[in-house]
């Protein structure tokens, strides 16, 4: 079985700097996909990024990294330049191919993040 | 570009009674489907799949059913609701298979039964 911890239930983080959101997983399988998403207060998710686990080098998209060490079994989600629209929640989200329920997304406990002014 | 809607935005139901969210895409071709439910201040479970029209895997069993009668349509039903069905259910697509295969979201819809 899978599983997805975020040990960081709530960060605060001031505007224009940049925060690490924590992400471990857990899994024996070898093929796996690791995906964060962001859910504002209105509750919808949006996907941000994504890390394959063979994946040679750290997603990037936009403001958004993903600072992936295979060893430690960690992605963790780092947001440069913070705005004050980055406040919500963030969820980390895990699928191991592999698997007998391939299609599920087993997702952490999540992180609320606050942009201060 | 793809959309994905759901109805209604928030319900409150008396327990008992019966249920039915809609969840529809529009601008892609057999889709993948997915239903989750989101607890207060929890993440997300996985409630029921839909790889093609008629086709339903269950994850989790409980009270309550899903079916896709259209390609983008996704129907979530029960015929007596349980105080414990309130939550934020969520309506997904995506599309393909493997380890890359990434899901998007609806809006959601919010369901208080009292």
């Known amino acids: 079985a899978q599983k997805i911890t975020q040990t960081q239930p709530g960060m605060f983080v001031q505007e224009k700097e940049a925060v690490t959101l924590d992400c471990t997983y857990d899994?024996?399988?070898?093929?796996?996909?690791l995906f964060w998403y962001k859910q504002p207060s209105s509750g919808e998710m949006i996907f941000l990024i994504y890390q394959g686990s063979y994946d040679q080098q750290n997603a990037t998209e936009g403001r958004y990294s993903l600072n992936f060490q295979k060893a430690r079994k960690s992605a963790n989600l780092v947001i440069s330049a913070s705005q004050l629209g980055d406040s919500a929640m963030y969820f980390c989200a895990m699928r191991a191919i592999s698997s007998g329920s391939a299609r599920q997304l087993t997702f952490g406990s999540g992180t609320q993040l606050t942009v201060l002014p | 570009s793809q959309t994905i809607h759901q109805w209604p935005a928030t319900l409150v139901q008396p327990v008992g009674s019966p249920l039915s969210l809609e969840c529809t895409v529009e601008g892609t071709s057999n889709p993948n489907l997915y239903w989750y439910r989101q607890a207060a201040g929890r993440g997300l479970q996985l409630l029921f799949y839909?790889?093609?029209?008629?086709?339903i895997s269950s994850e989790v069993p409980q009270n309550l059913s899903a079916s896709r009668p259209q390609d983008r349509q996704f129907i979530l039903s029960s015929k007596k609701l349980l105080l414990s069905d309130s939550g934020f259910y969520l309506c997904?697509?995506?599309?393909?298979?493997?380890?890359?295969?990434?899901?998007?979201f609806g809006p959601g819809t919010r369901l208080l039964v009292l």
């Open positions: 997904a697509w995506s599309l393909g298979a493997g380890a890359r295969e990434t899901q998007y």
């Open positions: 899994t024996s399988d070898p093929s796996y996909g």
């Open positions: 839909s790889v093609g029209i008629g086709q």
